[in-house]
């Protein structure tokens, strides 16, 4: 009996060292009481296609929008970031064959507990139909691409994580308030809440001489989904030396209430939509400053039976930025 009770006791103290081992060896390290100042440059593009049996050789139409750099300024302080981003220069393709692209994104995130939220709007204005020539007798293989600069492509969503792992966090996914210092992963779910769609308000998206005069869908100057849902997946993190990669990669569903509109008539219908979750984050990190490059990939559908709606938000930005001592601190009490 005395033997099992040493035993009981050995293991117990080997548990208690194993916690204080691993607490005394978490894989992250904050910053939290320094303000954070970052800016990032970059481009983002928003691509969408509207896929129909529009002809006998059309059966997809791509819009794209006219690459230009984007700015982002943003401040990150404990459990709290705010970040705006416009545009700024000139379109990086030919204004004659893409036309003028205008963006705009506002994003804010924060932590609570176990759970990280991000809340970001994005708006691009300024579109091209690729190859509209194929259809159009007003354009040529040389001037190809029919411009339309009142369409529209916009989403706002708010995404929640939830990580398995008690000891990933986002903060330090991200690289700004914080860092790995050691690898890390773990599985997690993400609900994610979207408005999202296409709009033109001058006349249809899809260009006359397309449109299909047996199906009113095809009129339409505006598509649009509120969707709900969760998409479970994978994080990894590892950090060598100073510099650091970390990814997200996630698969799951939405159920989304959809609509389009044609002279000022709007039907709705409700649905099933897939939905994926890719973010890659790398760069150099120190307790004074870092310079990540971040990519993100952000794909939704809309489909009515045999018209689908595919809209597409990609981002590759430099995000660098320095890490400050607050300039206020807790005044002392005195002691009497």
């Known amino acids: 009996m005395k033997k099992i009770v040493c035993f009981i006791v050995y293991l117990l103290l ?25 800016t990032d440059f970059g481009f983002s593009t928003a691509p969408f296609s509207i896929h129909y049996k529009f002809k006998e050789h059309i059966d997809q139409i791509k819009y794209r929008n006219n690459y230009k750099n984007q700015v982002g300024f943003g401040v990150s ?20 064959r893409y036309g003028r692209t205008n963006y705009g994104s506002l994003g804010f995130n924060f932590t609570f507990k176990k759970f990280y939220f991000d809340i970001e709007a994005i708006t691009v204005k300024g579109y091209a139909v690729k190859n509209a020539y194929k259809w159009d007798q007003n354009l040529t293989i040389q001037n190809p691409n029919e411009i339309k600069p009142s369409t529209i492509s916009y989403s706002t969503g708010i995404n929640t994580w939830y990580f398995h792992n008690k000891l990933f966090k986002m903060q330090a996914l991200m690289g700004k308030t914080g860092h790995f210092i050691k690898e890390v992963r773990t599985w997690y779910i993400k609900s994610t809440f979207n408005i999202y769609g296409l709009k033109n308000d001058e006349n249809s ?34 950090r060598i030396k100073n510099w650091q990669i970390s990814a997200l990669f ?6 989304q209430a959809k609509s389009y509109n044609v002279k000022d008539n709007s039907r709705s219908f409700l649905g099933l939509a897939p939905r994926y979750d890719i973010k ?25 039976n045999d018209l689908v709606i595919k809209q597409s938000f990609y981002t590759l930005k430099l995000v660098g930025g320095i890490r400050l001592n607050a300039l206020f601190k807790k005044k002392k009490t005195a002691s009497i």
């Not at 080997?14 to 970052?38: A, G, H, M, R």
């Not at 709290?80 to 000139?90: D, E, I, K, P, W």
């Not at 984050?281 to 009515?304: A, E, M, R």
């Open 14 to 38: 080997i548990n208690v060292q194993n916690v204080k081992s691993q607490s005394d060896t978490l894989p992250y390290e904050f910053y939290d009481k320094k303000i954070v100042l970052y």
């Open 77 to 96: 302080y404990k459990w709290a970031s705010l970040r705006l981003s416009f545009a700024v220069g000139n379109n990086a393709r030919p204004i004659n």
């Open 205 to 238: 998206l899809i260009p006359s001489p397309l449109i299909d005069t047996n199906n009113s869908k095809t009129a339409s100057n505006s598509y649009s989904a509120i969707d709900f849902g969760f998409v479970p997946g994978y994080a990894y993190a590892n």
């Open 250 to 255: 996630g698969l799951g569903g939405v159920i």
């Open 280 to 304: 890659i984050v790398g760069g150099y990190s120190s307790p004074s400053f870092f310079l990540f490059l971040v990519s993100d990939f952000n794909n939704k559908t809309i489909q009515f």
